[in-house]
């Protein structure tokens, strides 16, 4: 499996966001999908995951309330709708995919390029 994300950019706070992450390959296994990011000088932290069939969902309690998850499973593609940004949200954003949702980034086998989201105040 392959991920691509896309759809990061330098926004001003209060801004909205939507990044994509695409999925080729072996896409045919029911694969969940999770979103992680990296700001300068600190280590990753999860953002959001979501099953392949889109019923359940987690976020970590900093983007809640701001940030939705989904997917399009015809078109292999998970979205994260990032709304209200705060200069804080900088940092590189990972989709990654894995059996099943989950905030710890060993439970996901594939991960994409990050794509940067920069917010400033």
């Known amino acids: 499996v392959q991920l691509q994300a896309s759809g990061g950019g330098l926004v001003q706070a209060g801004d909205s966001l939507r990044l994509s992450c695409a999925a080729s390959g072996r896409t045919s296994r029911l694969y969940a999908t999770g979103w992680f990011r990296q700001a300068p000088g600190k280590e990753r932290e999860f953002v959001a995951a979501?099953?392949?069939?889109?019923?359940?969902?987690y976020y970590a309690d900093s983007v809640k309330g701001r940030f939705t998850i989904s997917r399009d499973n015809a078109k292999n593609t998970v979205y994260l709708q990032m709304n209200s940004l705060k200069p804080e949200d900088t940092a590189v954003y990972y989709c990654?995919?894995?059996?099943?949702?989950?905030?710890?980034?060993?439970?996901?086998?594939?991960w994409g390029h990050g794509t940067l989201v920069t917010v400033s105040s």
């Open positions: 990654a995919a894995g059996t099943s949702p989950s905030a710890s980034s060993y439970d996901y086998d594939y």
């Open positions: 979501i099953s392949w069939s889109g019923g359940t969902t």
